[in-house]
Every structure is written in structure tokens, then in C-alpha cells.
């Protein structure tokens, strides 16, 4: 994949659909930038980046929306808003009250109203039987259907450093590979086997060409089918 001078990795340019991979602080995640109708919608904005990183956005289109991806994935929100003050604010219904609080910004609207932005090629899910919500975003893109996860469905390829978290990721089974997230559930899923029954009902009527994960590497569903498949049928 290409990258722009300020790191963001091009996935598609024609719908266009674009990577970044930033630090928050415990660890790093994926923000993704996915052409929309007449602009990007950009989906967990990344923190602690300079402007050259937001700018480098501009060959691909106005940044016409910023998505908080669920009720943790705030932290570039008030920097991003700053830099784009006409840029549409979206979360998830659940996760609208602790992003306003933890960001400091208002008027931000449910994943819901956001189909005019999103146009015919993308859409914006709030998943079912969450607590906190989280998005799924789906595209379609002339690569083939792909879909952006955030704290749902990992793909590391090794287990963090740090101790704590190398044991719980260790012993929860959520990592390395294509994984569901056990740890995460425990606070944030209100029904965590209906929400994988869902999932998989999803995966099977509408299959993702790749699954492009916050949080570690872009998965190709068809050469990793067997992956695929192990993980949908999990309960």
C-alpha cells in the first residue's frame, strides 16, 4: 500500500479508503478515513498527531464527519474538531453521553443520522447488544467489501509487551491473530453471544472481502477464509 507524507496508509483511492496507525497511550490503534458522500468521514480520529497529518486528508477530499468508533475511541475528537469546525460529530447512540463528557464537545449525533453523509458506498452501524456502543463501518469498495471493526474483532500479530496486558490478552485467548475481543465484552456488551450470532449472520449475508481491524493488521478474508470461518462460528 501507498502512504501519504504524514503516514496514512492507502488502502483504496477510488472510494477512497485510507489507514492510520497512532499511540494512545497503552498501546496503538487504526484510524480509519473512508470516502463518504462528497467527503471523508474519518472514524476514531487519531491523537497526539500534528496538522500535517490531518492535512495530507485534503488530496482525497473535505473532511465532512468525525466518528468517536465507540465510548474509548474519543481522544482525537477535540484536536480534529478544531482543525475541521464544520465536520459533522457522530457516535454511537450508548456512547454519546461519555464522549460529550470525556471530550468536552456538544452536539455530537448518533451513527444513526448519518446516511446522507455516508452516501450509497459506506455504512455506519451501531451494533447490537451493547452497552456502550460500538460502529461497525461497511464499505464497498472496488477492492472488494470491507469492514472496520474497533474493539469487536482483533487481529495482532503477537501479544502486547506489557506484562498485565500480554496476561490478559494471553489467557482470554483474544490475541495473537484473528480473534474475537474477550476482555473488552466483559463491560462494554450487554449479550455477547446474541451480538456474535449477529455478526455471523452479517459475515454470511453480506461476506467482507477484508476486515480492517483498530486494532491490528488489515485481514484478507479470502487467503485467511479458514480464519474467517473458525472465528464466525464461535459462540
Not at 496507525?21 to 473512508?34: I, Q, R
Not at 491523537?47 to 482525537?76: E, I, K, T
Request: with cysteine.
Amino acid at each position: 500500500m501507498n502512504k501519504t507524507a504524514h503516514g496514512w496508509e492507502v488502502f483504496d483511492t477510488e472510494l477512497p479508503i485510507l489507514t492510520y496507525t497512532y499511540s494512545f497511550g497503552a498501546g496503538l490503534a487504526n484510524a480509519l478515513a473512508v470516502g463518504g458522500a462528497g467527503g471523508l468521514i474519518v472514524v476514531s480520529p487519531p491523537c497526539r498527531v500534528d496538522a500535517g497529518v490531518m492535512d495530507d486528508l485534503a488530496a482525497f477530499g473535505p473532511v465532512r464527519a468525525l466518528v468517536a468508533s465507540n465510548a474509548f475511541h474519543h481522544m482525537g475528537l477535540p484536536a480534529w474538531h478544531r482543525h475541521f469546525p464544520d465536520a459533522a460529530l457522530f457516535a454511537p447512540a450508548q456512547s454519546i453521553a461519555r464522549v460529550e463528557k470525556q471530550s468536552g464537545l456538544r452536539g455530537i449525533a448518533p451513527v444513526a443520522s448519518a446516511a446522507d453523509i455516508a452516501g450509497p458506498g459506506v455504512e455506519l452501524i451501531d451494533l447490537p447488544h451493547y452497552k456502550t456502543g460500538e460502529v461497525l463501518v461497511r464499505m464497498e469498495s472496488p477492492r472488494g467489501r470491507a469492514w472496520y471493526v474497533t474493539d469487536v474483532i482483533l487481529n495482532m500479530t503477537e501479544l502486547p509487551g506489557n506484562p498485565v496486558a500480554r496476561l490478559l490478552f494471553g489467557l482470554s485467548r483474544s490475541a495473537p491473530g484473528l480473534r474475537y475481543n474477550n476482555i473488552a465484552p466483559l463491560f462494554m456488551v450487554r449479550d455477547r453471544r446474541a451480538l456474535r450470532r449477529w455478526l455471523a449472520a452479517e459475515a454470511a449475508a453480506k461476506p467482507p472481502r477484508w476486515l480492517i481491524p483498530a486494532h491490528g493488521a488489515v485481514f484478507d478474508c479470502v487467503a485467511g477464509g479458514e480464519a474467517v470461518r473458525q472465528l464466525f462460528t464461535r459462540a
